[in-house]
């Protein structure tokens, strides 16, 4: 025989069962939960003043870039009228 060898579906496995876990297992899994919750709040409370920072830094550019570009106005303002 020269054609090509059977075809047979996979075979289906059923799901895996998990045994029943004790007492202290849940607790150490609730315990582990409640420490990665803590975590990520106090990553987004860091991240929080983060941004509070740059915006802070950032603001504080702006307004010194205002008062520059202010102070060139004045400059061309007071060089037109009194230097002609």
């Not at 876990?21 to 939960?33: G, I, K, L, N, Y």
């Not at 990665?36 to 983060?50: G, L, P």
């Given at each position: 025989?020269?054609?090509p ?5 996979p ?9 029943f876990q ?27 003043e983060?941004v ?33």
């Amino acid at each position: 025989m020269n054609g090509p060898p059977p075809q047979h579906p996979p075979p289906q496995h059923p799901p895996p069962q998990h045994p029943f876990q004790p007492a202290s297992a849940v607790s150490a899994v609730a315990a582990a939960e409640a420490a990665v919750a803590a975590v990520a709040a106090d990553a987004t409370r860091i991240f929080n003043e983060e941004v509070r920072d740059a915006v802070s830094y950032e603001r504080g550019l702006a307004v010194k870039a205002l008062l520059a570009l202010a102070l060139v106005a004045a400059v061309v303002t007071v060089r037109i009228l009194f230097l002609g």
